[in-house]
């Protein structure tokens, strides 16, 4: 079997959920005995000073027998932490270098859009 026929048998389904740098792929795969699993992948992007950027991804594996406990405590835990917490995210807001990418209600237009008026009008032939 070629491999890329092993690689459509293998991945059954899936989904996608993108978060900001993060994000996550949901597979439905088969085994050898054609039973199915799932696997969660985490891949984060990173970026380095020169503006290159490398993916660091983490997997987990979760069979069927594991499905409903598995299910059960995700439940609680997200449950939890919406109940002690809501819904809001707060831990950018708190970073030492956390700036603010979307105006308030409080900010007029000219506090938004730059003033045009120092702006060097350059014509295609000077560059």
Same mark, same amino acid.
């Given at each position: ?53 490398? *993916? ?62 120092? *702006? ?8």
């Amino acid at each position: 079997m070629r491999e890329n026929d092993m690689l459509e048998k293998e991945e059954i389904f899936s989904k996608v959920l993108r978060a900001g740098r993060r994000t996550y792929f949901f597979d439905v795969r088969a085994t050898k005995a054609d039973d199915y699993y799932i696997t969660i992948t985490e891949s984060k992007k990173f970026t380095e000073e020169d503006g290159s950027f490398h *993916f660091k991804k983490h997997k987990i594996y979760l069979y069927k027998e594991d499905f409903t406990a598995f299910s059960e405590i995700l439940e609680d835990m997200t449950s939890y932490v919406l109940n002690h917490k809501g819904e809001e995210v707060i831990s950018e807001r708190h970073q030492k270098d956390f700036k603010k990418e979307y105006a308030s209600d409080d900010k007029t237009n000219e506090d938004i859009v730059p003033n045009t008026s120092s *702006f060097t009008d350059i014509e295609f032939d000077d560059i």
